[in-house]
């Protein structure tokens, strides 16, 4: 079942969604070549700490991370560990925050240094995408509207959506009803209701779209060892659309 938040529930998600960006745009300012993805993790755990929130992905299936880092082919869920970033990579930083008993999930992809004309239209085609499934976002619409509108517009771009990953509901969990496709046909799904909070996280490649576990048994990487790239917002319905609640 899908639940419908109070105002006064949305209003707490949005004060630690609120949080949860400014922390991503202090971990974003630290990319760049030689980092190594620990260090990143580390720097996101302690700025949930001091956000006076808790690092929602921590312990979560026994996750080890506070944050994830999928670097070029991986697509999600990406260990950080002793890897170094180079100048040419792709970094995508997916984080989730719980504050006040709700949690905010939020993810970006960016450059390394200089890169590639194609991975460069990469990321602004995934980021355009979350903008092409806001604007489906309103009561009365279906999911399956949203979901239409991504794949469209990615697929119109040339590149791919990741179908065997999806993203979700969110609350007093991180992972609640429904899942919020990223393909689909217009009309399918169910109806979007004022109050509804969930993930808008469009997941693309540039090859294709078939996907395998990555070694470190947490991540999930492109089949085809293509690029790939993610954003993710945390919204909420409103009267008249949505309210993006982590920016």
Do not use: W
């Not at 707490?12 to 993790?41: H, N, S, Y």
């Not at 309103?138 to 991504?150: K, M």
């Not at 609640?176 to 469009?202: A, H, W």
């Not at 991540?219 to 609640?245: C, R, W």
């Amino acid at each position: 079942m899908i639940s419908v938040k109070s105002q006064e529930e949305i209003a707490v998600i949005r004060e630690g969604g609120k949080m949860l960006a400014a922390i991503m745009r202090q971990l974003a300012k630290q990319v760049r070549p030689g980092i190594a993805t620990k260090e990143l993790d580390r720097a996101a755990e302690a700025l949930i700490f001091n956000s006076a929130g808790k690092p929602s992905f921590k312990g979560y299936e026994g996750f080890p991370a506070a944050l994830c880092v999928s670097v070029n082919e991986e697509i999600v869920h990406g260990l950080p560990f002793d890897r170094i970033l180079n100048d040419g990579d792709i970094v995508s930083l997916d984080l989730g925050m719980e504050y006040k008993g709700y949690h905010s999930d939020m993810a970006i992809t960016i450059a390394v240094g200089k890169i590639s004309s194609q991975a460069q239209k990469l990321i602004e085609a995934t980021r355009g995408a979350i903008e092409a499934g806001l604007g489906k976002v309103r009561p009365g619409n279906t999911f399956g509207d949203v979901a239409s509108a991504v794949q469209e517009f990615i697929e119109a771009q040339g590149f791919a959506v990741v179908r065997d990953l999806c993203g979700h509901g969110i609350g007093k969990k991180l992972h609640e009803e429904p899942e919020v496709l990223n393909y689909g046909r217009k009309g399918d799904g169910p109806k979007i209701q004022e109050g509804m909070v969930f993930c808008l996280e469009p997941m693309v490649t540039a090859g294709s779209r078939q996907i395998k576990k990555a070694k470190d048994g947490y991540g999930f990487q492109t089949k085809d060892g293509s690029l790939s790239a993610h954003f993710e917002h945390t919204v909420a319905v409103t009267k008249y659309g949505f309210l993006v609640l982590t920016e």
